[in-house]
């Protein structure tokens, strides 16, 4: 690849490493030489290995599961590399920490997402990269250039299969309707959505379901599956006349215990596909869990950003 003045280099915190070499081997960079350690005190302490003066640093931590370990050690390592001297440093964080934590749902509440790009900003980011954060107008709480990727086209195309040709998209509840008319453009499919009524600060209801999935097989999307409240909505579904097996289109793989008990008692769910924005722990990974790599466009991305070539096709802004 062509080099600038400013060498590119891919740095990766402990939080998925694999990631992050799968991308600098599809960009046929090295990865960037670094020592994160754990203190007897649960302290966390990061250390760069090699010299990274004048070059443009590009650092992959999604910030899942221990979540403020992950986050704190990223904060560490961008003060690390701007006392480095590097020429700048941009933050591929696939995975963006208190995301459902975007406004005051009520009186006296923190808006975490706003202090996280506070910190990230502070720190000296140049600019953040992520994948369907959960609320997209968290890009408006940066000074800094922001990146809102989407993995919606690399599931999408995971569905043009004939087996899918009678389904229908389905969105859990209206805030992610616009993301599964985008799988419903894409793979042009009828849309459906679900209206639910949150009970308690962790638990739903469906009240009634939109548009007709009476004989067709439901594909369920969302951007994020933690504790699975999703899967047990589909009974909603099945009572409006859903047929086959039901399969799902998440980006971010969370699953809690929770969720891997539900796809373990619910034989109407085929399958779960994924992204690896998240690493899949040994417990984590489930026969119906089924996972698509998101390095390729991460490194597509980098590298057109690297080089000042334009993303805007790339993006999702509406």
């Known amino acids: 690849m062509v080099e600038s003045y400013h060498p590119l280099r891919i740095f990766t915190g402990s939080a998925h ?71 700048s440093v941009s933050v ?12 005051m749902a009520q009186g006296r509440e923190a808006i975490s997402a706003r202090v996280v790009a506070n910190m990230l900003e502070c720190q000296g980011a140049r600019r953040v990269i992520f994948v369907d954060i959960h609320n997209r107008a968290i890009q408006g709480f ?57 009970t308690s600060f962790s638990s739903t209801e469906t009240t009634h379901v939109v548009g007709d999935i009476e004989g067709r097989r439901p594909i369920i999307i969302d ?14 579904l099945y009572d409006q006349g859903a047929q086959g097996k039901a399969c799902f289109a998440i980006t971010h793989p969370v699953l809690l215990p929770t ?13 779960l596909v994924v992204t690896n924005t998240i690493p899949l722990t040994p417990e984590k990974q489930h026969p119906k869990v089924e996972v698509l790599s998101i390095a390729p466009l991460l490194a597509d991305i980098i590298l057109s950003i690297y080089r000042g070539a334009s993303i805007s096709e790339r993006l999702i802004l509406g």
């Open 92 to 103: 591929v964080i696939p995975y963006f920490p208190y995301a459902r934590q975007e406004r």
């Open 17 to 87: 490493p694999e990631l992050a070499r799968e991308i600098a081997s599809i960009l046929n960079v090295s990865l960037g030489r670094s020592t994160t350690r754990r203190m007897p005190d649960s302290e966390i302490h990061v250390m760069l290995d090699e010299v990274v003066r004048d070059q443009d640093i590009f650092i992959i931590q999604p910030c899942s599961e221990p979540v403020n370990d992950n986050l704190m050690e990223l904060m560490l390592y961008l003060d690390a590399l701007r006392r480095a001297s590097t020429h």
């Open 142 to 198: 940066f000074n800094i250039p922001v990146d809102p990727l989407s993995a919606v086209p690399l599931l999408a195309d995971y569905f043009r299969k004939p087996e899918y040709a009678n389904a229908a998209l389905v969105s859990p509840d209206v805030g992610r309707a616009s993301m599964a008319g985008k799988y419903a453009e894409l793979l042009n499919l009828p849309l459906v959505v679900m209206h639910k009524r949150r």
């Open 223 to 236: 951007d994020v599956m933690a504790g699975g409240s999703v899967l047990k909505q589909i009974d909603a």
């Open 259 to 271: 969720a891997l008990k539900r796809l373990d008692e619910d034989e109407r769910i085929e399958k």
